[in-house]
């Protein structure tokens, strides 16, 4: 029927959010996608065959994750440019938020390839609205890389933010990420930890860092976690610390923007967060250094 509600249309790819945990959480529209595309892509097909058994749905599945997104992600493009439907899904959540169906929808977007979404659960936005913090404006980050260096060089970007900060973690890496949390914005900022949420041992922790360190030292991280941690603007208000604001008052004005740079900042970012800790605007600091 032409003007049969939410019609799934030929050459087009559906993103499908899927349960982070409820599986009463599942969309009817979503299942009505599901049902009706021509082909699903899913993260991790074994994982996915069992989430659509379960409502009763039996479709071509084809794998498409991290590690053959680039093949995959062509091969589903040209099967959309020809005229079949497809549903993207991820393991849990809604796909291309921390996830490598960003890159298809980017492929989708250069070929002229129509994408549409389908609402659902998002561990992050659900975190943010438990956390008891700021939630008009925030930041999403993710997993922090495995990396000591670079973990230390993508904490060092966010030190100053203003906004509510979300990241992802999983039980094993816990401690360590609130260690490197604390070196970064200290012990005594706001923090959430929201565990397995939608599932029967969900949990909220509101405290601060410092205090999440000490109860993890004795108790073991269990579950999956998003970390909502106070933003500076929401920690300080309008005054920060004056250690903070003196930290670089031994630097000249170039020493101070390399230091954000070897940080791994590119240059203008480099420049607006040293003009911040000297209290002064970007421009204002951009005309010191081209003096």
Known sequence: ??????KVKAGVLYLVATPIGNLADMTERGKKVLSEVDFI????????????SLFGIRKELVSYFEHNKKASGERIVERLQNGESCA????AGMPAI???????????ADAGVVVSVIPGACAAVSALALSGLCTGKFA?????????????????????????LIFYEAPHKLKRTLDALADTFGKERKISLCREITKLNE????????EAIAFYDVNEPRGEYVLIV???????????PVQVQNDFSALSPEEHVQHYMDSGMQKMDAIKAAAKDRGMTKSELYKILNT
């Open 230 to 240: 106070e933003g500076e603007a929401e920690a300080f208000g309008d005054e920060r």
């Open 203 to 210: 949990d909220v922790m509101r405290t601060t860092i410092g």
């Open 1 to 6: 029927m032409e003007n049969e509600k939410n």
């Open 88 to 91: 993207l899904i991820t393991d």
């Open 140 to 164: 999403f980050e993710g997993f922090l890389s495995a990396n000591k260096g670079e973990r230390e060089k993508r904490l060092a970007v966010i030190r100053h933010e203003e906004r509510t």
């Open 98 to 108: 921390s996830d490598p169906g960003e890159d298809i929808v980017r492929m989708c």
């Open 41 to 52: 892509a899913a993260e991790d097909t074994r994982n996915s065959l069992k989430l659509l």
